[in-house]
């Protein structure tokens, strides 16, 4: 199963990590400090799901996904937060986001909703090509 992700978040030991955890499951992963550069890397590159935080310093994940399903629509987001910012997780389901995992995250629960995220893209795929 080969799935296209990326990663946005600030937190640079957070991000090292898990690009660390899911390279060794030979999965693809970039990574994008910002929302910013979480735009630029997807106007060069599709992506199967975007891991995105809420809280980032400029544009804050729910901005950033915003645009991400204007311009990816495809692209399933699965939200990172806080506790104290739960709420913005569910926010995020609500501009369309696939899911929300709690900071810190678990690494199995995160790569369960990663592949579940990737199944329902590809499903929304199918039926867009015998749509059109």
């Known amino acids: ?5 990326l990663l946005v978040d600030d937190e640079n030991d957070f991000v090292e990590t898990m690009v660390k955890r899911f390279g060794i499951r030979k999965m693809a992963i970039d990574s994008a400090k910002s929302g910013q550069e979480a735009l630029a890397a997807l106007a060069t590159k599709d992506y ?12 804050d994940g729910l901005e950033t996904l915003k645009l991400i399903r204007e311009r990816a629509p495809l ?3 699965i939200m990172l937060t806080g506790h104290a910012s739960l709420e913005a997780g569910m926010q995020g389901m609500n501009l369309g986001a696939y899911d929300y995992v709690l900071k810190p995250a678990d690494f199995d629960d995160l790569l369960d909703k990663v592949r579940k995220a990737f199944e329902r893209k590809e499903l929304n795929a199918k039926a867009r090509k015998q749509g059109a």
Do not use: F, K
Not at 1 to 5: A, F, G, L, P
Not at 53 to 58: I, K, N
């Open 75 to 77: 692209t399933e987001v």
């Open 48 to 59: 199967d799901v975007i891991i995105l935080d809420v809280r980032m310093p400029g544009m």
């Open 1 to 5: 199963m080969d799935i296209n992700i």
